[in-house]
């Protein structure tokens, strides 16, 4: 079992930045690859961003690939999302996911609880 918790989320102005984090519990269950998702009100979970743990590659969705940088620290067993040049429309709640491998479907085995990034005009 495997416990998700991210924070670092808040409340900025456009152009502002925020770094979000994610902290698992443990990577001996077999976990590889960690992702970030953000959902919105009646919009369902898309992932923005991810890393596989074991060998530091990363994606990013087109949507954020200039803006927003994915990295790790295998050691703290934390995973991070920088995010610049935020947007309103980059407001969601952000999720951090884990699992064996990235998976098309988004259907993680692990999910932390959320934290919520609000991006004013």
């Known amino acids: 079992q495997v416990q998700l918790v991210e924070s670092g989320g808040g409340s900025v102005q456009t152009g502002g930045s925020l770094r979000l984090s994610c902290a698992a519990s443990?990577?001996?269950?077999?976990?590889?690859?960690m992702a970030w998702f953000r959902q919105t009100p009646g919009k369902e979970r898309m992932e923005v961003a991810g890393i596989w743990i074991g060998s530091g590659s990363t994606y990013r969705d087109f949507s954020v690939k200039d803006r927003f940088t994915v990295s790790q620290d295998k050691a703290k067993k934390k995973m991070y999302l920088q995010m610049n040049s935020l947007k309103p429309e980059d407001t969601a709640m952000y999720y951090c996911?884990?699992?064996?491998?990235?998976?098309?479907?988004?259907?993680?085995?692990?999910w932390g609880q959320g934290t919520q990034v609000t991006v004013s005009s």
């Open positions: 996911a884990a699992g064996e491998r990235r998976l098309a479907t988004g259907s993680y085995a692990y």
């Open positions: 443990t990577y001996t269950v077999g976990i590889d690859y």
